[in-house]
């Protein structure tokens, strides 16, 4: 038995089983049909994915991170004193802000980098003040 498939202009798929005369003639008829070529078969295109506005827009959902909760706790005067990171991580965690001790080291650093703070070593204890 001979086999034969047409791809039929909507993209539909169609396999024909039959005597060579059977398929030669269903064929012939197809082509015919469509004026001598087959259609290739169309690809569903796949609809781009919905994105929220802000994310469209490439913002960030939280632009407030450890350094402006830091900073905000500078202009409260709370660097008045020597704090050590754990005071910086208990302060944050009263504010309800949580955040581990690592992620809390590079941004105070920053800020020593940028002269906003001083950083003061206590019987090997980085103790952190205003400038």
Do not use: C
């Not at 609809?47 to 402006?68: I, Y």
């Amino acid at each position: 038995m001979a086999k034969a498939t047409l791809n039929l202009p909507d993209g539909t798929v169609v396999t024909v089983e039959g005597s060579p005369d059977e398929i030669a003639r269903i064929t012939s008829l197809h082509s015919q049909s469509v004026g001598g070529n087959a259609a290739p078969p169309r690809r569903k295109t796949s609809t781009p994915k919905k994105r929220s506005p802000k994310a469209a827009a490439g913002e960030r959902r939280n632009k407030e991170g450890p350094q402006s909760q830091i900073l905000e706790l500078k202009a409260e005067d709370f660097f008045k004193e020597k704090r050590s990171l754990r005071d910086v991580q208990r302060k944050l965690e009263e504010m309800g802000h949580i955040y581990s001790l690592n992620n809390i080291t590079s941004p105070l650093i920053r800020l020593v980098r940028n002269k906003t703070f001083r950083r003061i070593k206590d019987e090997g204890v980085w103790y952190y003040v205003n400038k």
